[in-house]
């Protein structure tokens, strides 16, 4: 649990470090601003990762302390051993955390796009609004 909440810790520090990093963009070059985002990325990406895998261990953690306090049978054990492995649930979170990613991405993009499919008399009104 401590590994899981120090990565965890780790994750969201280096995901403020390097958005501040950002906002700095007179400090550093073109290359090293491109490393700065891409590492931006990663950690945006395996950010929910980091989550589930945390939670899903929390969620152990607790059925194995309700197990503990209940003082069940030994008998009980291979069924207990079976429901406290909840790593199968984290292929079920991890595609469903990608695909909503993919989605807000996406969505983004076609709200960045569509301001560039200005024509005619609508291009021109938002060139006016941009310069003025």
């Known amino acids: 649990?401590?590994?899981?909440?120090?990565?965890?810790?780790?994750?969201?520090?280096?995901?403020?470090?390097?958005e501040r990093r950002l906002e700095q963009d007179n400090k550093f070059n073109l290359s090293e601003r491109y490393q700065i985002e891409e590492n931006l990325r990663m950690v945006q990406l395996?950010?929910?990762v980091?989550?589930?895998?945390?939670?899903?261990?929390i969620v152990g953690l607790i059925a194995f302390f309700v197990y503990t306090i209940l003082q069940l049978a030994p008998v009980y054990d291979p069924i207990y051993e079976d429901s406290?492995?909840?790593i199968h649930l984290q292929c079920i979170f991890m595609p469903t955390c990608f695909y909503v990613q993919y989605r807000r991405s996406l969505h983004r993009n076609e709200e960045?796009?569509?301001?560039?499919?200005?024509?005619?008399?609508?291009?021109?009104?938002?060139?006016?609004d941009c310069i003025q």
């Open 46 to 48: 395996l950010l929910p």
């Open 50 to 57: 980091v989550w589930t895998h945390t939670a899903i261990t």
């Open 1 to 18: 649990l401590l590994m899981e909440i120090a990565t965890l810790i780790a994750f969201t520090r280096l995901e403020r470090v390097n």
């Open 112 to 128: 960045m796009m569509s301001t560039n499919r200005g024509s005619g008399e609508a291009y021109i009104v938002k060139y006016y």
């Open 84 to 86: 406290i492995q909840f």
